[in-house]
């Protein structure tokens, strides 16, 4: 498995990261180990989780799959939501970020985390409190790098302009919900990204199985399917993810899957290697085949003909003021 640098710092991370956002919950901590080891052996390096992953269970679980190969591992975790039913046990400020680093540092069986990530913006708590507490983190060596997730482009300027002014530590990556059919962050955030030095870690990299090959159009979604169980205000929701657009979008993968003889899963997730700013997809599995499967994404490149051909299936509508730029580029 390759490796890339994260974003402008100096940190290598294999090209995959391994999500366990399923441990404890889809797969038992038997095959979560199982999943960690066979990840390893494979070259990678880059293990991603969040406090809130069933409550702390998918920490406590990667921890104990850790054990006695840390130091070889880039670990991250993420801080933001509810961990409690207390008025401070959830948002970004000073008193629950303290707190909750340390139950993750518990939990992950650790003392230091590779890549502290919020895990969310947070319009309640000062961003200057947000980071300056943050730095802390990193001047104490609990914490090595920060990361943000699910920020919008004005978000990640403003978090970086905090930092420049202030001398506090800058971030180093984002966390976006990126795949060949949720590519809304192409307008401002992967721009801003790539403005600020952030490398991108794609979540949902197959639109919550979307891009596997195992739905069709005009049939419902199979019993049992992620997708099934997403929020109706959510992009991940059926309605949203069943449009014709998208329909189009799969119906040409499965004309490069063909053509390569790698599954649906491998060929889309080798797409988002070949976009701008992309450091690692995360890959989340319930089973360890799964993960093998995500796992041959590696070793191998789409044709440049290949990856036109897919990224010009769900390019986005040109709307204002992106259209008005570019016409006036033209001139």
Same mark, same amino acid.
Request: aromatic letters at 8%; glycine letters at 10%; proline letters at 5%.
């Given at each position: 498995?390759? &490796?890339?640098?994260?974003?402008?710092?100096?940190?290598?991370?294999?090209?995959?990261?391994?999500?366990?956002?399923?441990?404890?919950?889809?797969?038992?901590?038997?095959?979560?180990?199982?999943?960690?080891?066979?990840?390893?052996?494979?070259?990678?390096?880059?293990?991603?989780?969040? $406090?809130?992953?069933?409550?702390?269970?998918?920490?406590?679980?990667?921890?104990?799959?850790?054990?006695?190969?840390?130091?070889?591992?880039?670990?991250?975790?993420?801080?933001?939501?509810?961990?409690?039913?207390?008025?401070?046990?959830?948002?970004?400020?000073?008193?629950?970020?303290?707190?909750?680093?340390?139950?993750?540092?518990?939990?992950?069986?650790?003392?230091?985390?590779?890549?502290?990530?919020? &895990?969310?913006? $947070? @319009?309640?708590?000062?961003?200057?409190?947000?980071?300056?507490?943050?730095? $802390?983190?990193? @001047?104490?060596?609990?914490?090595?790098?920060?990361?943000?997730?699910?920020?919008?482009?004005?978000?990640?300027?403003?978090?970086?302009?905090?930092?420049?002014?202030?001398?506090?530590?800058?971030?180093?990556?984002?966390?976006?919900?990126?795949?060949?059919?949720?590519?809304?962050?192409?307008?401002?955030? #992967?721009?801003?990204?790539?403005?600020?030095?952030?490398?991108?870690?794609?979540?949902?990299?197959?639109?919550?199985?979307?891009?596997?090959?195992?739905?069709?159009?005009?049939?419902?979604?199979?019993?049992?399917?992620?997708?099934?169980?997403? $929020?109706?205000?959510?992009?991940?929701?059926?309605?949203?993810?069943?449009?014709?657009?998208?329909?189009?979008?799969?119906?040409?993968?499965?004309?490069? #899957?063909?053509?390569?003889?790698?599954?649906?899963?491998?060929?889309?997730?080798?797409?988002?290697?070949?976009?701008?700013? #992309?450091?690692?997809?995360?890959?989340?599995?319930?089973?360890?085949?799964?993960?093998?499967?995500?796992?041959?994404?590696?070793?191998?490149?789409?044709?440049?003909?290949?990856?036109?051909?897919?990224?010009?299936?769900?390019?986005?509508?040109?709307?204002?003021?992106?259209?008005?730029?570019?016409?006036?580029?033209?001139?």
């Amino acid at each position: 498995m390759d &490796h890339r640098r994260l974003g402008s710092s100096g940190l290598m991370v294999s090209e995959l990261c391994l999500g366990t956002m399923t441990f404890g919950r889809e797969a038992d901590e038997a095959t979560s180990t199982a999943m960690v080891s066979a990840y390893l052996g494979a070259g990678g390096n880059f293990i991603d989780t969040a $406090d809130v992953y069933g409550a702390g269970v998918a920490e406590a679980i990667t921890g104990r799959a850790l054990r006695g190969r840390r130091d070889d591992v880039v670990l991250a975790t993420k801080v933001r939501f509810p961990m409690g039913d207390g008025s401070n046990d959830a948002g970004l400020s000073r008193k629950h970020i303290l707190h909750a680093c340390e139950a993750s540092l518990r939990r992950l069986g650790t003392d230091y985390i590779d890549l502290y990530q919020v &895990h969310c913006w $947070d @319009r309640a708590t000062p961003l200057d409190e947000t980071m300056r507490t943050l730095a $802390d983190l990193v @001047r104490s060596g609990k914490v090595r790098y920060l990361g943000l997730s699910n920020f919008t482009g004005w978000q990640i300027a403003a978090a970086q302009a905090v930092a420049g002014t202030h001398g506090l530590e800058p971030f180093v990556s984002l966390q976006p919900q990126y795949s060949m059919i949720e590519r809304h962050v192409e307008y401002e955030v #992967v721009p801003a990204c790539l403005a600020s030095g952030l490398g991108i870690l794609p979540w949902g990299p197959l639109g919550q199985g979307f891009l596997t090959g195992k739905y069709r159009r005009d049939e419902p979604p199979p019993p049992g399917a992620r997708i099934t169980g997403a $929020d109706e205000d959510l992009e991940e929701h059926w309605s949203k993810r069943a449009t014709e657009r998208n329909w189009h979008v799969l119906e040409e993968l499965e004309v490069v #899957v063909a053509g390569t003889g790698r599954s649906h899963s491998q060929v889309a997730l080798r797409w988002l290697l070949n976009q701008p700013g #992309v450091a690692a997809p995360i890959i989340g599995a319930r089973t360890l085949e799964q993960l093998q499967d995500n796992l041959g994404a590696t070793g191998w490149e789409l044709a440049g003909e290949q990856v036109r051909r897919l990224t010009e299936a769900g390019r986005l509508e040109p709307i204002y003021p992106y259209s008005f730029i570019a016409a006036a580029q033209r001139d």
